[in-house]
């Protein structure tokens, strides 16, 4: 694949999404919680974002527990916003990848909380009258850096796409180069989509084969890229080899470079797709692993939302999240999009 295209097709990917079965069963509570998982990881995650895990341990002894009251009055942040603009511009059809443009635009002027270097950079261009991706393709020319900020969002084209894996990978590709054109950024969606796709059926997910049939497909060395950069790789080390992905977030617990790395959020998804422990232990432990709390957060909630469904998330969390019934219209949307 060459490092400046966008990625429209993916046979490999698509051909093992094909073979899943269906199960109707509890369908409706996995999609709500894929949406309620990112909104309370995202939350949990707020207040010690960019902090290490030994800062964590010692403000936080016994771990991180509740999420601050006071969001369920605030603005959304940037993780949990942009997914919802995303699920209402899916839900809205017609050009998704310019309106959504147009949302982000309009949810910097309105909010912008939280909002990462490379997506203001790329809705100032985007302000000045460039479309996608042509003003992510621009950003990432000058400054070739590969951030979370596409994945942390990516969970609604899931919803919207998880029957339909061609439009599954496509889509994935094409909201997430709205602001962010890296390759590995591109391929963090599309993965990420596909386990959450595979968990909304109920399978649970065979890592090696996803990410052998990525490989197969031109998804650039993820493995080799977050080695390269020198950030926690363990998760994909551990899939390339073939042996169990570690049971507990341990891996994550290491002074980090690049905190908002898309490899990194990516490696949470694919870890809570896999780990023994529960929704909320599993979360927990991302989060009091430090680094980019919110985001890492938000995917691995995400990922877990679709595993254990919206009701093995705890009650006071779901108290205070912002606009919950907004967010849960839009999981009850994008699945009845897709059936």
Known sequence: MNDLNVVVVAPNVSALLEGTVRCEEGLRDRARGVMLGLAVGNLLGLPMEGWSYR???????????????????????????????????LLGGGDYVGEFGRRLVAWRRENGRGIGITTDRVIGVLEGGHRPPDAA?????????????????????????????ERLVRDSAATCVVTHY???????????NAVIALLLEG?????????????????????????????????????????????DCSWLRRDQRLIGHTLIALQAGLWAAVTPLGFAEALRQVVEAGGDTDTNGAVAGAVLGARYGGSAIPGRWLDVVPERDRIEGVADGLLESAE
């Not at 964590?56 to 527990?65: A, E, L, N």
């Not at 950003?139 to 609604?156: D, L, T």
């Not at 065979?206 to 650039?220: F, I, N, Q, R, W």
């Open 55 to 89: 800062e964590i341990d010692r403000w936080y002894p016994d771990g991180v527990r509740d999420i601050d009251a006071s969001e369920a009055h605030r603005p959304m942040d940037d993780d949990l916003a942009q997914a919802v603009d995303l699920g209402e511009v």
């Open 137 to 165: 393709r621009t950003v990432y020319e000058g400054h070739p850096i590969a951030p979370n900020g596409g994945v942390m969002r990516c969970a609604p084209v899931a919803l919207a796409r998880f029957r339909e894996p």
């Open 182 to 192: 890296a390759p590995t950024s591109q391929w963090s969606c599309i993965v990420i």
């Open 203 to 247: 399978i649970e997910t065979d890592l090696s084969a996803l990410m052998a049939a990525a490989s197969a497909d031109g998804c650039p060395d993820m493995l080799g890229a977050a080695m390269g950069d020198g950030i926690p790789s363990e998760v994909l080390e551990s899939i390339a080899s073939g042996v169990p992905v570690a049971e």
